[in-house]
């Protein structure tokens, strides 16, 4: 079983940044993929990025693709979301997620079977 729990989110304005972070207990982190996934009022959770168990390979909704990065330290069990450039319409709550993935780069909630509680993200105009 592996336990995973977020932090780092908050209120910010537009144009700004946050980290998130989601730290992972329970098992071997190393063969786990990560993702962040995100959910606004009212609508599906949708993919935000994902990164391999090695922290080699990322892959990012093209909403978000050269304002968030992610990354991932397997010694502290780690994964994290940087977001620049902040928009009101990135307002959610981000969920952490992982996958036992020795291969591969999972980017579908279906994929994914541990999830963070989430953390909510508001951005203002």
């Known amino acids: 079983q592996v336990q995973l729990a977020e932090s780092g989110g908050g209120l910010v304005q537009a144009g700004g940044s946050l980290r998130l972070s989601c730290a992972a207990s329970?098992?071997?982190?190393?063969?786990?993929?990560m993702g962040w996934f995100r959910q606004a009022p009212g609508k599906e959770r949708d993919f935000v990025a994902t990164?391999?168990?090695?922290?080699?390979?990322?892959a990012y909704a093209g909403s978000v693709k050269g304002r968030f990065t992610i990354s991932k330290e397997n010694a502290k069990n780690t994964v994290y979301l940087q977001m620049n450039s902040l928009k009101p319409e990135d307002t959610a709550v981000y969920y952490c997620?992982?996958?036992?993935?020795?291969?591969?780069?999972?980017?579908?909630?279906?994929?994914?079977?541990?999830w963070g509680q989430g953390t909510q993200i508001t951005v203002s105009s």
């Open positions: 329970g098992r071997t982190f190393g063969n786990y993929a």
């Open positions: 997620a992982a996958e036992f993935a020795p291969s591969g780069l999972p980017i579908g909630t279906s994929q994914y079977a541990y």
């Open positions: 990164i391999n168990w090695s922290g080699g390979s990322t």
